[in-house]
């Protein structure tokens, strides 16, 4: 990620000494703490919207709150009050459990008049605010009941405006000089707010109501009615991120586009695998998960694509998305599909020193706001991290493997090549046989790795480790990468260049193990440096080298009991570094914080090499974890303070909800505690040495597809074993149980 947190800057450069510098830019403010605010967000495609619980947008400073559009802040106020400025008490709010719309209920306070006298005494009239996103535009019914036996003259006023501010600027980044705001263009029943940025472009913002107020301003609309006892008035609201079609029935166009959003979500998601399980708690959190990764799944020209999370990675992330396709590929393989294809699309040709591209390296961010295009940050197109090249081999092979489709594979293997050929001549800086980053300029990220905060990467002392630099990590995945191609090569039918790429997974294997396993640790090091000196730290990294198959098997056992050791295992997950590392700390971001995805990775990993126990584990603490957290949702991250009795998990200000990599670690340690593999061209669909976990007696899989067939499929407890029973099944297709 590109975040910048208080205390831990990813674009924070460092002296050649190590020391690190002062943070420059892309920070994100402590004091806007998302946990403290516990926001309601709604998305679609590339629009999301950020409430409180009453359905408002607060501007101030700090203030994440608001509707943006293509990382720009298309509405940064939002505020509903009565009879002049009084705000409705909030009674609840809830959004659907499959994200479709927010809805909040309000009802009036006691309401005075200029003399004291309560002309309106409280709990008498109901609001309710029913509000969705589609296609770029934020709808709202808002709806009055007056239940008194008499009748009252209210007054509603929305107030409104747009700041126009780009992402970066609402994490923290202080612009010297922004574009020009318009002066507002008014009709009867709709008002349009305007901004010209430095990019010559004009941005607009179109307030539409129905029906009409009885005044309208730049920054406020005032309806005036009498309601009747009994009796129910309606406000429709348009927000359009753009310019609207001032000429279309608003009422028609909520109806229209409402059965528009629940049929687009429910064609989505009814290609996944759907799952049950005895514990209606558990059955809770993965319903949000599953509607969290189809929320965040934006339709692109290629497909499918998950944006990373919101509010600060609504976009196009090359390392979030190719993880989070892996983590869900046994229930959705078109979202890898999708990830494939637009990444494959958007691989790199040619050098460009500012966006760290170099021919064959895969995309690590996209942006599209007013300081990406001026090049006031380098992420319009950006290439700077280390791991997304060697991950979107990974996932074409995986991909084939649980498909088998090959003319898809053969559609892509040159892009694959590409990026085979950018790990051997790009990636490997100086020869050694390692990938090592370095950014080219000094306004890429300094880390590039998925730990990419400034001081992320460090010696045993606490010194920051200068680069180039070789992650433990992404050695793996490098791993991962010629087994995947060679896999792939022998699919496709060329059996000799298969063995040569197995030849350099397995020369890497001798190599790394002799560099990167350390006898007193009992695990592997970090990172080696720039003068290949060995990070001697314990972190969580060494769990992906376990997720890849790159650890030899007599090192498995050390590299789990250390990993599975409390000074990393917190009761909640595994930190990212343990506690008895110089740098530990488990407020920061990433340095002793626990991380879903992270911990689903080295539970798959553990899983790998038999020990599938303690993935249950962690699958237990995480979704120990969940329980405590608002909609049962993952966040991106939480502190890595120990378990305490009767306390749930620390929660870490500003990190994203909903994260699609942590919605998608439920699915992904189903499929490792269960040891769930597929072989698509057989049609074979394989559990091996399943283990349930302690909060779960059954697990209920409907229609897991494998080849051109499907499966449901019942997993029970039965003492110390699962057993494994086939309820129903199409074409061909098998279920293989190997105890």
Same mark, same amino acid.
């Given at each position: 990620?590109?975040?910048?947190?208080?205390?831990?800057?990813?674009?924070?450069?460092?002296?050649?000494?190590?020391?690190?510098?002062?943070?420059?830019?892309?920070?994100?403010?402590?004091?806007?703490?998302?946990?403290?605010?516990?926001?309601?967000?709604?998305?679609?495609?590339?629009?999301?919207?950020?409430?409180?619980?009453?359905?408002?947008?607060?501007?101030?400073?700090?203030?994440?709150?608001?509707?943006?559009?293509?990382?720009?802040? !298309?509405?940064?106020?939002?505020?509903?009050?009565?009879?002049?400025?009084?705000?409705?008490?909030?009674?609840?709010?809830?959004?659907?459990?499959?994200?479709?719309?927010?809805?909040?209920?309000?009802?009036?306070?006691?309401? !005075?008049?200029?003399?004291?006298?309560?002309?309106?005494?409280?709990?008498?009239?109901?609001?309710?605010?029913?509000?969705?996103?589609?296609?770029?535009?934020?709808?709202?019914?808002?709806?009055?009941?007056?239940?008194?036996?008499?009748?009252?003259?209210?007054?509603?006023?929305?107030?409104?405006?747009?700041?126009?501010?780009?992402?970066?600027?609402?994490?923290?980044?202080?612009?010297?000089?922004?574009?020009?705001?318009?002066?507002?263009?008014?009709?009867?029943?709709?008002?349009?707010?305007?901004?010209?940025?430095?990019?010559?472009?004009?941005?607009?913002?179109?307030?539409?109501?129905?029906?009409?107020?009885?005044?309208?301003?730049?920054?406020?609309?005032?309806?005036?009615?009498?309601?009747?006892?009994?009796?129910?008035?309606?406000?429709?609201?348009?927000?359009?991120?753009?310019?609207?079609?001032?000429?279309?029935?608003?009422?028609?166009?909520?109806?229209?586009?409402?059965?528009?959003?629940?049929?687009?979500?429910?064609?989505?998601?009814?290609?996944?695998?759907?799952?049950?399980?005895?514990?209606?708690?558990?059955?809770?959190?993965?319903?949000?998960?599953?509607?969290?990764?189809?929320?965040?799944?934006?339709?692109?020209?290629? =497909?499918?694509?998950?944006?990373?999370?919101?509010?600060?990675?609504?976009?196009?992330?090359?390392?979030?998305?190719?993880?989070?396709?892996?983590?869900?590929?046994?229930?959705?393989?078109?979202?890898?599909?999708?990830?494939?294809?637009?990444?494959?699309?958007?691989?790199?040709?040619?050098?460009?020193?500012?966006?760290?591209?170099?021919?064959?390296?895969?995309?690590?961010?996209?942006?599209?706001?007013?300081?990406?295009?001026?090049?006031?940050?380098?992420?319009?197109?950006?290439?700077?991290?280390?791991?997304?090249?060697?991950?979107?081999?990974?996932?074409?092979?995986?991909?084939?493997?649980?498909?088998?489709?090959?003319?898809?594979?053969?559609?892509?293997?040159?892009?694959?090549?590409?990026?085979?050929?950018?790990?051997?001549?790009?990636?490997?800086?100086?020869?050694?046989?390692?990938?090592?980053?370095?950014?080219?300029?000094?306004?890429?990220?300094?880390?590039?790795?998925?730990?990419?905060?400034?001081?992320?990467?460090?010696?045993?002392?606490?010194?920051?480790?200068?680069?180039?630099?070789?992650?433990?990590?992404?050695?793996?995945?490098?791993?991962?990468?010629?087994?995947?191609?060679?896999?792939?090569?022998?699919?496709?039918?060329?059996?000799?260049?298969?063995?040569?790429?197995?030849?350099?997974?397995?020369?890497?294997?001798?190599?790394?193990?002799?560099?990167?396993?350390?006898?007193?640790?009992?695990?592997?090091?970090?990172?080696?440096? +720039?003068?290949?000196?060995?990070?001697?730290?314990?972190?969580?990294?060494?769990?992906?080298?376990?997720?890849?198959?790159?650890?030899?098997?007599?090192?498995?056992?050390?590299?789990?009991?250390?990993?599975?050791?409390?000074?990393?295992?917190?009761?909640? =997950?595994?930190?990212?570094?343990?506690?008895?590392?110089?740098?530990?700390?488990?407020?920061?971001?990433?340095?002793?914080?626990?991380?879903?995805?992270?911990?689903?990775?080295?539970?798959? +990993?553990?899983?790998?090499?038999?020990?599938?126990?303690?993935?249950?584990?962690?699958?237990?603490?995480?979704?120990?974890?969940?329980?405590?957290?608002?909609?049962?949702?993952?966040?991106?991250?939480?502190?890595?303070?120990?378990?305490?009795?009767?306390? +749930?998990?620390?929660?870490?200000?500003?990190?994203?909800?909903?994260?699609?990599?942590?919605?998608?670690?439920?699915?992904?340690?189903?499929?490792?505690?269960?040891?769930?593999?597929?072989?698509?061209?057989?049609?074979?669909?394989?559990?091996?040495?399943?283990?349930?976990?302690?909060?779960?007696?059954?697990?209920?899989?409907?229609?897991?597809?494998?080849?051109? =067939?499907?499966?449901?499929?019942?997993?029970?407890?039965?003492?110390?074993?699962?057993?494994?029973?086939?309820?129903?099944?199409? +074409?061909?297709?098998?279920?293989?149980?190997?105890?």
């Amino acid at each position: 990620m590109d975040m910048a947190v208080a205390g831990s800057d990813s674009a924070r450069a460092t002296e050649p000494n190590g020391i690190a510098k002062a943070p420059t830019q892309f920070f994100v403010p402590a004091t806007a703490s998302l946990h403290e605010r516990r926001p309601r967000t709604l998305k679609h495609g590339d629009t999301f919207a950020v409430f409180d619980h009453s359905g408002d947008a607060i501007s101030g400073h700090g203030s994440p709150e608001g509707l943006y559009h293509r990382d720009t802040r !298309h509405l940064s106020h939002f505020y509903l009050t009565l009879m002049g400025g009084v705000r409705p008490i909030l009674l609840s709010s809830a959004l659907r459990d499959d994200n479709a719309t927010l809805t909040c209920d309000l009802t009036n306070p006691d309401i !005075h008049d200029e003399g004291g006298e309560c002309v309106l005494r409280n709990d008498l009239v109901h609001i309710r605010r029913t509000r969705f996103l589609w296609n770029g535009v934020a709808y709202e019914r808002l709806s009055l009941f007056n239940y008194d036996d008499q009748p009252h003259r209210l007054s509603v006023e929305i107030g409104y405006a747009a700041d126009f501010a780009d992402l970066f600027e609402v994490r923290g980044t202080v612009r010297p000089k922004r574009g020009e705001r318009c002066s507002p263009v008014f009709g009867d029943d709709h008002v349009v707010l305007s901004y010209i940025g430095r990019d010559n472009l004009t941005r607009h913002t179109t307030l539409r109501f129905s029906p009409q107020p009885q005044v309208i301003s730049h920054d406020q609309a005032v309806f005036s009615f009498k309601l009747g006892a009994g009796e129910r008035q309606s406000i429709l609201i348009e927000v359009h991120c753009g310019e609207a079609d001032l000429n279309q029935d608003l009422r028609t166009s909520f109806i229209h586009s409402f059965r528009a959003a629940r049929r687009a979500l429910r064609a989505s998601s009814s290609r996944a695998a759907a799952v049950a399980s005895s514990n209606e708690i558990f059955n809770q959190a993965l319903r949000r998960c599953v509607a969290d990764i189809y929320m965040l799944v934006t339709d692109t020209e290629h =497909g499918p694509y998950p944006y990373a999370g919101i509010p600060w990675f609504s976009t196009i992330f090359g390392r979030d998305a190719l993880i989070t396709a892996l983590e869900t590929l046994w229930i959705d393989p078109e979202i890898a599909r999708g990830v494939l294809s637009y990444l494959a699309a958007k691989q790199a040709k040619e050098f460009d020193a500012a966006a760290d591209a170099e021919p064959g390296k895969i995309l690590h961010e996209v942006r599209r706001g007013e300081m990406a295009e001026l090049g006031e940050v380098p992420f319009r197109h950006y290439y700077g991290s280390i791991d997304s090249t060697p991950l979107f081999v990974i996932l074409a092979g995986a991909y084939l493997q649980r498909t088998d489709d090959v003319e898809f594979a053969r559609a892509i293997w040159p892009n694959v090549e590409a990026a085979l050929r950018w790990i051997q001549d790009h990636g490997d800086r100086d020869g050694d046989g390692y990938v090592e980053y370095g950014r080219h300029t000094q306004e890429g990220l300094a880390n590039q790795g998925w730990k990419d905060s400034y001081d992320s990467v460090f010696h045993a002392d606490g010194r920051l480790a200068a680069g180039p630099i070789a992650l433990a990590e992404v050695q793996a995945y490098v791993y991962g990468a010629w087994e995947a191609g060679a896999a792939m090569l022998d699919r496709l039918g060329n059996a000799k260049e298969a063995q040569s790429l197995r030849m350099r997974a397995e020369a890497l294997r001798e190599r790394f193990d002799r560099d990167f396993y350390d006898e007193d640790l009992r695990t592997y090091v970090l990172a080696l440096d +720039g003068e290949k000196r060995p990070c001697r730290v314990r972190s969580s990294n060494a769990g992906h080298v376990l997720f890849t198959g790159l650890a030899k098997p007599e090192r498995a056992a050390a590299v789990v009991e250390t990993l599975m050791s409390p000074s990393s295992f917190s009761g909640w =997950g595994i930190r990212t570094i343990a506690t008895t590392e110089a740098r530990y700390n488990p407020m920061s971001y990433h340095n002793g914080s626990i991380w879903p995805h992270d911990n689903a990775l080295i539970a798959a +990993g553990f899983s790998r090499y038999g020990f599938r126990l303690e993935a249950s584990m962690i699958f237990e603490a995480l979704m120990g974890a969940s329980t405590y957290v608002d909609l049962r949702r993952l966040p991106e991250l939480f502190c890595g303070f120990p378990r305490r009795p009767v306390q +749930g998990p620390t929660f870490y200000p500003v990190a994203c909800i909903p994260q699609a990599w942590s919605a998608a670690a439920p699915l992904f340690l189903i499929q490792s505690s269960l040891g769930l593999s597929f072989d698509a061209k057989a049609e074979h669909i394989i559990f091996s040495e399943p283990v349930l976990p302690n909060f779960l007696d059954e697990l209920h899989i409907r229609h897991v597809r494998a080849g051109d =067939g499907h499966a449901d499929i019942m997993l029970r407890r039965s003492g110390e074993k699962v057993l494994v029973d086939v309820l129903d099944r199409t +074409g061909d297709v098998r279920v293989l149980s190997m105890v």
